[in-house]
């Protein structure tokens, strides 16, 4: 695809050869990242960031990607301090806004909404979640994490065996890792959830199309068996019609180190795009795996600042002048932790 100028909103933009693209400039920008070295490429240059949902990782990751480049940026959070909330409609919020920024990230509660973003607008939009819909740099950032922990090449992702487990009806990240997943060939996919919480048909029926395996099951213990890659997802409880009627399916799925130890190879890693339900009863992750080497969680978050830096490069036309704007830091910063 032609990065410079376009808009992100499905993974169905994406082919091998664009995966390549962001993988190799996410690779130069580890350094910046992780704040090593300081390049001023897009001073001047103004991000809103504009958050219609709750979010942690992608509305501050997608932040400081931007700021690490050298760029501003503008928040908003919520429909309450929105003018959205005295029915403002998406047409104008999104041509107001880009009037004032060169590039937009939006994460808005319903499904195909972000795209309605562009609608009045010719600057870049980045979707970064339109509810139970899609969450394309999400999908980019996991695929980076099972490509660095596997440890092969891009090309040879092939073969690979993935959990998916949880929630993989609502759970935007899940869809939009299978469908970034089916670029490769013979992928061996477990769908693990309960029957009501399923992966929708119509990825089932693309990834059967498309000569993958594809197994469904509601067996916590068989669906983790075998794997190279367990990707746990949280119940989305805000995405239930009946407040409480999520409860029944709340920790039904929980990986204990025991169970991990008991069933799963010694080199399968874990994945979750997070937030995890960390309420008692409710875990997807024990806390008992917070220091377990295949634990890839903070790897994984971590990873959102260099795959974000690399999108927005390639948007804006300068993955080639990083080099160029480099400073010097004159600051302290300790190394991260836990970064195994
Ligand atoms: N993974 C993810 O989208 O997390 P947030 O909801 O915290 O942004």
Redesign the pocket.
């Known amino acids: 695809m032609d990065f410079k100028g376009a808009s992100i909103l499905t993974v169905d933009q994406f082919d091998l050869g664009d995966l390549e693209r962001i993988f190799s400039t996410a690779e130069v920008m580890e350094d910046y990242a992780f704040g090593n070295k300081i390049t001023k490429v897009l001073e001047g240059a103004i991000l809103a960031n504009l958050f219609f ?7 501050v990751s997608f932040g400081c990607a931007f700021n690490r480049l050298g760029g501003s940026v503008r928040d908003t959070t919520g429909f309450t301090f929105s003018s959205m909330s005295k029915g403002e409609s998406i047409y104008d919020t999104s041509r107001v806004i880009s009037g004032y920024a060169d590039i937009m990230v939006v ?1 808005h509660p319903e499904e195909g909404s972000v795209a309605k973003f562009t609608k009045s607008t010719n600057i870049p939009i980045v979707n ?2 339109d509810g139970i819909g899609e ?1 394309p740099t ?1 999908a980019l950032l996991d695929l980076y994490t099972i490509y660095k922990e596997t440890n092969v090449t891009l090309r040879s992702l092939n073969n690979v065996k993935i959990s998916l487990i949880g929630d993989l009806k609502h759970g935007r ?1 899940a869809h939009s890792l299978a469908k970034l997943l089916s670029i490769f060939k013979n992928i061996h996919f477990k769908f693990v959830s309960p029957q009501e919480l399923g992966m929708p048909d119509s990825i089932v029926e693309m990834l059967r199309a498309k000569g993958h395996h594809v197994q469904i099951t509601s067996d916590f213990i068989n669906g983790i068996r075998g794997s190279n890659i367990l990707y746990i997802t949280r119940v989305q409880d805000e995405r239930f019609p009946h407040k409480n009627d999520y409860k029944k399916f709340k920790g039904s799925y929980s990986l204990t180190v025991d169970k991990f130890k008991k069933y799963c190879n010694k080199d399968t890693k874990i994945l979750h ?3 995890r339900d960390s309420r008692e009863l409710k875990m997807e992750i024990d806390n008992n795996l917070n220091n377990h080497p295949n634990l890839a969680i903070f790897r994984q978050t971590d990873n959102g600042i260099p795959i974000r830096m690399a999108l927005f490069a390639l948007i804006m036309g300068v993955e080639d002048k990083i080099y160029q704007h480099v400073i010097e830091r004159s600051w302290f910063r300790p190394s991260l932790k836990n970064k195994m």
Do not use: A, D, F
């Open positions: 949902e709750p979010s942690t990782r992608s509305r994460r970064g979640g969450h999400q990240t795009p997070l937030p």
